[in-house]
């Protein structure tokens, strides 16, 4: 069992940067893939950011160039930085990981999820 705790939402204006945290529980965080979603209003979930196993890292197209994800094994957490955040980043995010260590970016292909953090972007 997995449990995540986002943290590091708030609000931002266009342009600005945010960087979201994402601590995990468990003994075999460093197998697992994990990623980042994003839910607006009214949308479905969609993918954002995954980083495998062996850190090898994956980009939706519309945050690629602006958006990084990482993982610290140590610490059990994996992070997004968002730089020159725009108003359409606007969304609940959710840390998932997912058991298998390869990356997949449906999100029923991931196992646990956090309860996600709020990020607006004004403009």
């Known amino acids: 069992q997995v449990q995540l705790v986002e943290s590091g939402g708030g609000l931002v204006q266009a342009g600005g940067s945010l960087g979201l945290s994402c601590a995990a529980s468990g003994r075999t965080f460093s197998g697992y893939a994990m990623g980042w979603f994003r839910q607006a209003p009214g949308k479905e979930r969609e993918f954002v950011a995954a980083?495998?196993?062996?850190?090898?890292?994956f980009y939706a197209d519309s945050v690629k160039g602006r958006f990084t994800i990482s993982r610290d094994n140590a610490r059990k957490s994996v992070y997004l930085q968002m730089n020159s955040l725009k108003p359409e980043d606007t969304a609940v995010y959710y840390c998932?990981?997912?058991?298998?260590?390869?990356?997949?970016?449906?999100?029923?292909?991931?196992?646990?999820w956090g309860q996600g953090t709020q990020v607006t972007v004004s403009s």
């Open positions: 998932a990981a997912r058991y298998s260590g390869s990356v997949v970016y449906t999100p029923s292909g991931y196992d646990y």
């Open positions: 980083i495998n196993w062996s850190r090898a890292t």
